[in-house]
T-cell receptor, first 114, second 113 residues
Framework: KAGVTQTPRYLIKTRGQQVTLSCSPI?????VSWYQQTPGQGLQFLFE???????NKGNFPGRFSGRQFSNSRSEMNVSTLELGDSALYLC?????????????FGQGTRLTVV | GDSVTQMEGPVTLSEEAFLTINCTYT??????LFWYVQYPGEGLQLLLK?????DKGSNKGFEATYRKETTSFHLEKGSVQVSDSAVYFC????????????FGKGNQVVVIP
């Protein structure tokens, strides 16, 4: 079956703009999590959605937001972009969201803010 | 809060050498532990996992044992290949049934023919 699909793969934005990233989980998966990966901070958890509800949130400013639709697809939005938001954004899906359930990652969206 | 610590720096070794990457964790309760691998330009792939103390996860010749007494989950492989060159991340998922993974910084592994 198809894996986790993230679009777009690459994005270049200007400071102050906003951006929306999309994630389509594996069919049947109800949990979607988002992570930011940078060389300096590594992989950091942004938030998790399960059945359209935000279940967990990491330590990121309110400029970072997300949502999940009834078909489990998820979007994350970053407003008022800063240079430091340049990163690889990874989405992961899992079937139940339980602690020992495997998370499947997409290839990520590479965001560059100039 | 929950955290994962991996040994500093890249790891460079020759083909067929023994690989060890150290991982220790801090967490309350009984987290699940994972090793993920990331190839260039790709997302993360689950390599192996362990969900309770003394469990041994294994896959593709890699192994790691969940040691609660030392809060460790070291990754080992007896004979590496050039195709094992990648970045390896240790991660934990807190007990309590959620998907909030905490990752270590990762280790770049370079295997030289």
């Amino acid at each position: 079956k198809a894996g986790v699909t993230q679009t777009p793969r690459y994005l270049i934005k200007t400071r102050g703009q906003q951006v929306t990233l999309s994630c389509s989980p594996i069919s049947g998966h109800r949990s979607v999590s988002w992570y930011q990966q940078t060389p300096g901070q590594g992989l950091q958890f942004l938030f998790e959605y399960f059945s359209e509800t935000q279940r967990n949130k990491g330590n990121f400013p309110g400029r970072f937001s997300g949502r999940q639709f009834s078909n489990s697809r998820s979007e994350m939005n970053v407003s008022t972009l800063e240079l430091g938001d340049s990163a690889l954004y990874l989405c992961a899906s899992s079937s139940q969201g339980a602690a020992n359930t495997e998370a499947f990652f997409g290839q990520g969206t590479r965001l560059t803010v100039v | 809060g929950d955290s994962v610590t991996q040994m500093e720096g890249p790891v460079t070794l020759s083909e067929e050498a023994f690989l060890t990457i150290n991982c220790t964790y801090t967490a309350t309760g009984y987290p699940s532990l994972f090793w993920y691998v990331q190839y260039p330009g790709e997302g993360l792939q689950l390599l192996l996992k362990a969900t309770k103390a003394d469990d041994k996860g294994s896959n593709k010749g890699f192994e790691a044992t969940y040691r609660k007494e030392t809060t460790s989950f070291h990754l080992e492989k007896g004979s590496v290949q050039v195709s094992d060159s990648a970045v390896y991340f240790c991660a934990l998922s807190p007990s309590g049934g959620n998907n909030r993974l905490a990752f270590g910084k990762g280790n770049q592994v370079v295997v030289i023919p």
